[in-house]
């Protein structure tokens, strides 16, 4: 049995690591069975937008999301602080999108 074995079941997942990245090595960065063991995967990889963690996830039916969200949301309060306005949420998260390959 492998550490994270023993950690039983988890409320999220986060990878906060580079693994699965576009032009880095594939893969997961944790067992596919500790993925099945968590209730939200919170990948913080977002190019490519799906990675094989958030398949795996999907795989298990368990909610995930990329690093795309964390990545406009923090973009959108630097914008806020630095403007004073509210920012465009939705335009730049379609920018977002947009300018991934």
């Known amino acids: 049995m492998g550490d994270l074995d023993r ?21 997961l960065p944790v067992p596919e069975t500790t993925v ?8 913080l990889v977002y190019n ?6 958030l398949r795996a996830a999907k ?3 368990i909610p995930g999301t990329s690093g795309l969200e964390m990545l406009v949301h923090q ?3 630097a914008f806020e602080l630095w403007t004073g306005r509210p920012p465009p949420v939705d335009a ?3 920018a977002a999108k947009e300018a991934l390959p």
């Open 36 to 43: 099945a063991r968590s209730k939200f995967v919170f990948d």
């Open 7 to 27: 950690l039983g079941s988890m409320d999220i997942l986060v990878n906060a690591t580079p693994v699965g990245t576009k032009g880095l090595a594939p893969g």
């Open 59 to 61: 795989r298990a039916r």
């Open 48 to 53: 490519p937008p799906e990675t094989e963690l």
């Open 75 to 77: 973009a959108a309060k």
């Open 92 to 94: 730049m998260e379609r």
